[in-house]
């Protein structure tokens, strides 16, 4: 089974929004958040999708949307497959799939501290690798980290004298550092 | 015997304790950072760390010297706190790389914490991005000559400040509790009466 024949036998039954062929081995197609449980549950039933390796979301906040990209993998055909869906920024909640993708849990586990995605039917969402952080979900574009770090901590201070302070020659230093006495 | 003899006696018994202390020095790496890989070149025969007698050590309670290599996740620090308060003392700390200074280039990140020295007392800092094994050694002998002349003393530092440090540490990770009793300690070893 080639991947467009894959494809093809997706869109036999459901609606698929837009295909992007990345090589003969990889695809990543856009389908309907409504149509995403379905798609998995064929894909795994039907075509020998057992493994999924990765769920992976961006923030395109221009847009207003998550993108949530379920990589799915065969390993009869060494197939790897992206089902890719936008969910609403606002409202961002979609139904956990670990009944169909055991993994799963962990992915969205990450996801949900990450990007702040409500998993719903998830029991596992507690806090999974920022142990100590109490903020907003980092990876959200709008929070700035910039502005976070500048609150949070302290500088050191740059002394352009630093050298002669230290006592330092000219003729111990090389290259570019001689200018800065 | 007089009391001046006395004294001069402790001082020169100090001076012998300092001189071979200085010779046999255990270090801990904690090797978070990628400027960990620095350090098997160092160790191994090409640089050959032990001629000047620091050798690696396992466990922070049988450990002299606490490496930090690279950056500090929030998560880090607190691991690296309660390694550093598992060490007796005397104990030193190295921090390995510009992450150990101001960030490095991990400046804007959330997580990445910026000065070590506001957490831990460090006694020297190896810059660079990353510190090539040269600079390690150089590093090191220059510990070595501070514990030799009786100036590499940032420890004390953190039994006498233990207030100052604390403070920035719960600022940053919240409340948590370690299990050494920094003033009892402080009384053991004379710093504090």
Request: proline fraction near 3%.
């Amino acid at each position: 089974m080639k991947v467009s024949e894959i494809i093809y036998e997706i869109k036999k039954h459901f609606d698929v929004l837009s295909i992007d062929e990345k090589n003969e081995k990889y695809a990543q197609i856009e389908i309907n958040e409504k149509d995403l449980r379905n798609v998995l549950l064929h894909c795994k039933h039907n075509m020998n999708f057992i493994h999924l390796s990765a769920i992976s979301s961006v923030d395109y906040i221009k847009d207003n949307k998550f993108s949530l990209v379920y990589n799915l993998f065969s390993y009869k055909e060494s197939i790897l497959l992206g089902i890719k869906i936008l969910i609403n920024r606002e409202k961002a909640e979609i139904a956990t799939i670990n009944d169909i993708y055991h993994p799963a849990i962990f992915f969205e586990r990450d996801i949900h501290e990450m990007l702040g995605i409500n998993f719903i039917g998830n029991n596992h969402l507690e806090k999974f690798i920022l142990d100590e952080w109490d903020g907003p979900p980092p990876m959200r574009k709008d929070f700035d980290t910039l502005e976070y770090v500048n609150d949070t901590f302290d500088w050191y201070e740059y002394d352009p004298e630093w050298a002669k302070k230290l006592g330092i020659k000219k003729e111990d230093l090389a290259g570019e550092e001689m200018e800065i006495l | 015997m007089s009391n001046k003899k006395i004294v001069d006696q402790k001082a020169a018994w100090n001076h012998v304790y300092r001189r071979l202390n200085k010779r046999s020095l255990w270090m801990l790496h904690y090797c978070t950072g990628c400027g960990a890989v620095e350090l098997p070149p160092t160790m191994t025969s090409r640089w050959d760390m032990s001629r000047f007698g620091v050798a690696p050590m396992v466990t922070p309670r049988q450990a002299d010297i606490l490496l930090i290599t690279g950056y500090l996740a929030k998560k880090s620090l607190k691991r690296v706190i309660l390694t550093y308060e598992q060490m007796q003392s005397p104990k030193w700390v190295v921090g390995f790389g510009s992450c150990t200074i101001n960030g490095g280039m991990y400046w804007d990140s959330y997580s990445t914490i910026k000065q070590l020295s506001e957490y831990i007392p460090v006694d020297i800092y190896i810059a660079g991005c990353m510190p090539q094994p040269e600079a390690i050694i150089h590093g090191f002998n220059v510990l070595l000559d501070k514990i030799n002349n009786g100036t590499a003393n940032a420890w004390k530092d953190y039994y006498i400040n233990y207030k100052k440090y604390r403070e920035n540490q719960v600022k940053v990770l919240g409340e948590f509790v370690t299990n050494t009793d920094i003033e009892k300690e402080a009384r053991y070893y004379g710093v504090v009466k």
